[in-house]
């Protein structure tokens, strides 16, 4: 069964403080790890869509890499705007169906 | 762009009663979804549509109906509402052939069932 699981549940950090976010996932030939940030009462937005083992991407204070076997969403000087949920999905074996983790709840405390 | 769009945005609703989620998306893509998110358990897929005409089960079909009579709107049917029928949904759409395009999500209904 495929699956995807994200840790920390939680994490709190000060500004600056750097730190990454994990997705870990199995599913049977991988075609693209999505991230999305979620804001409370908000919809997910998305952030980065990677597709193949050693790549990266990056977006303001947010990188994402991607290996055979998990995703980091690494966080570098973070500001108390970057706080929110992050979530990583994959599709499904076969489909154009994503399965979603639980989620990681970062709050950037200023 | 609108991007994908959702009413009501809230909702109360008694035991047994029925109501449609409507959702709605301005991006000409082909296929649809609908998610629930409830507390600490991500998203689950509930129904999703590859196309007009054209709908299909997700991982928590059970309570709910889905049709898809044009391209842009993807309403779903909650029947008999159940308390454990609250949550939040959300619906998102992707110009995708093979689970690799971006899913683009709207703001979220939030329903209460008592």
């Known amino acids: 069964e495929d699956q995807v699981t994200q840790s920390p549940e939680a994490l709190r950090l000060q500004e600056g403080e750097s730190s990454s976010l994990n997705c870990s996932y199995t599913?049977?030939?991988?075609?693209?790890l999505f991230w999305y940030r979620q804001d409370p009462g908000k919809g997910p937005e998305f952030l980065f869509t990677?597709?193949?083992a050693g790549e990266e991407k990056e977006k303001e204070r947010l990188k994402a890499t991607l290996t055979k076997k998990e995703s980091f969403l690494h966080i570098t000087a973070p500001k108390p705007e970057d706080s929110a949920t992050y979530l990583c999905a994959v599709p499904q074996g076969g489909s154009e169906k994503l399965v979603f983790g639980k989620g990681t709840k970062l709050t950037v405390n200023p | 762009n609108a991007g994908v769009t959702q009413t009501p945005k809230f909702r109360i609703l008694k035991i047994g009663q029925s109501m449609t989620l409507q959702c709605a998306q301005d991006?000409?893509?082909?296929?649809m979804y609908w998610y629930r998110q409830d507390p600490g358990m991500g998203l689950k897929l509930i129904y999703y549509?590859?196309?007009?005409?054209?709908?299909d089960k997700g991982e928590v079909p059970n309570g709910y109906n889905v049709s898809r009579s044009t391209t842009e709107d993807f309403p779903l049917r909650l029947e008999l509402a159940a308390p454990s029928q609250t949550s939040v949904y959300f619906c998102?759409?992707?110009?995708?052939?093979?689970?690799?395009?971006?899913?683009?999500f709207g703001p979220g209904t939030r329903l209460t069932v008592l």
């Open positions: 998102a759409s992707s110009y995708s052939r093979d689970g690799r395009d971006t899913q683009y």
């Open positions: 991006m000409n893509h082909n296929y």
């Open positions: 990677l597709y193949s």
């Open positions: 549509s590859v196309g007009a005409g054209i709908t």
């Open positions: 599913v049977s030939g991988l075609r693209g």
